[in-house]
């Protein structure tokens, strides 16, 4: 599959915190977490204590959503990420890059017990204003 456009990467890149939605049960929970992205892998990666309960539902169901937003009262300037995908941890080589990356965008995180996590998107929906009022970016499939 493609890699995302690239409007969509340099927003996702521009940020840090993204709001985690996860299901255990049809119960619904969310959490905001700091992240970075690795645009290669296509992949987000954060850290959450593994006891914590949405790092509990994902282990019980990996699929998982995500927003990522601009927060703004002006209607043009409006730009914002929702996306599907599985929520993981990460292994062998791709542990060592997702450390990397997260001990790069967040020093200080060395100095705490991580356990990180990665989302693989499979589909990533943007609305970006500046390009015209209710324009939105696709990538990837909702129902994959």
């Known amino acids: 599959m493609e890699k995302p456009d690239k409007r969509i990467v340099d927003f996702i890149k521009e940020h840090h915190v993204l709001t985690l939605a996860t299901s255990k049960n049809n119960k619904a929970y969310c959490a905001n977490c700091f992240y970075t992205y690795i645009p290669d892998e296509n992949i987000f990666v954060f850290t959450s204590d593994a006891e914590t309960k949405h790092a509990q539902d994902a282990t019980k169901n990996d699929d998982v959503a995500a927003s990522i937003v601009l927060e703004t009262k002006t209607v043009g300037k409006i730009q914002g990420i929702q996306l599907t995908g599985k929520m993981y941890r990460p292994e062998a080589e ?50 994959d």
Do not use: E
């Not at 001990?103 to 609305?127: E, G, N």
């Open 94 to 143: 791709l542990l060592k890059k997702a450390k990397k990356a997260y001990l790069k965008a967040f020093p200080y995180a060395a100095l705490m017990k991580t356990t990180l996590w990665v989302i693989k998107p499979r589909f990533i929906k943007m609305t970006h204003n500046t390009l015209g009022f209710g324009k939105k970016l696709i990538w990837g499939s909702i129902d």
